[in-house]
């Protein structure tokens, strides 16, 4: 046909192979000892400085307290725990007799009251004091909560139990006598009963107020302490 490219039978067919060119695949990098450590310890730095950040507030709280503050108006008047002991993982139980983990209690500030059911004389005394410290704070309070560990199982006086049931932030739990020494500890020549004790909002006890004390002087402790947490605790349980 005319105009076509007809094939020609006689024509020499090329001996040799088309030529393909093979480009290797780039090999993958692998990192040299001295890049692999650098970047393990950037990863190590990086935990740290997360640690670090957690930790900061927290301690720079204790050291405005412990040196700082301090010195504005004298030295603390109740006894400073160093180191500070955590809340144990206890179980207590309420007056209804339900088990309420102790640490179910974090997150706020707790002036502790630690006593038997029968609640002579003296413990009233300290509870009264523990509601009227809290209140004292004013705008503050609501970083506060109250605690009373009945150490026994014997029932409470009406009377009392209704005027702590109105109390607000008041937490009534039984815990073992034996149970609440794994945690809080008296003055050396004092009974466990005798104190009021502070914990911060980790479960930390930090602090223990002094036999027989005088309300303003422990006004002023609790005072340094909300104004040193500041930074980092806030109002309300999470």
């Known amino acids: ?19 393909l060119s093979v480009h290797a ?25 997360v640690l670090l950040a957690c930790a900061l507030p927290v301690a720079a ?20 725990i160093h180191p500070t002991v955590p809340m144990p993982e206890l179980a207590a139980t309420s007056l209804h007799g339900q088990p309420v983990p102790l640490r ?11 006593g038997g059911s029968s609640c ?11 509601r009227q410290l809290r209140e004292m704070t004013g ?9 009373w560990l009945i150490t026994d199982d014997g029932p409470l006086a ?21 149970a609440v020494q794994q945690w809080l500890a008296p003055q050396a020549g004092q009974a466990l009963e005798d104190h009021l004790y502070i914990v911060d909002p980790m479960g930390q006890w930090m602090m223990r107020v002094p036999a027989s004390p005088d309300p303003a002087r422990v006004k002023r402790d609790i005072d340094r302490l909300l104004r040193a947490a500041a930074g980092w605790d806030q109002p309300g349980r999470p």
Request: charged content about 20%; proline content about 8%.
């Open 1 to 19: 046909m005319s105009g076509s490219k007809s094939f020609n039978p006689g024509a020499e067919v090329p001996t040799e192979p088309l030529g």
């Open 25 to 49: 695949m780039p090999a993958p990098r692998l990192l040299d000892d001295g890049e692999g450590q650098s970047r393990t310890w950037r990863g190590r730095w990086k935990m740290l400085g």
């Open 61 to 80: 709280s204790y050291f405005t307290y412990y040196v700082v503050r301090p010195q504005e108006g004298g030295a603390a008047y109740s006894r400073l």
């Open 104 to 114: 179910g209690l974090q997150g706020q500030w707790l002036l502790v009251v630690v």
């Open 120 to 130: 002579d004389s003296a413990c009233e005394q300290r509870l009264f004091m523990q």
């Open 139 to 147: 705008r503050e309070r609501y970083r506060i909560d109250k605690l």
């Open 158 to 178: 009406p009377a009392l139990q209704q005027a702590l049931a109105d109390t607000p932030a008041m937490h009534l739990l039984r815990l073992p006598r034996a």
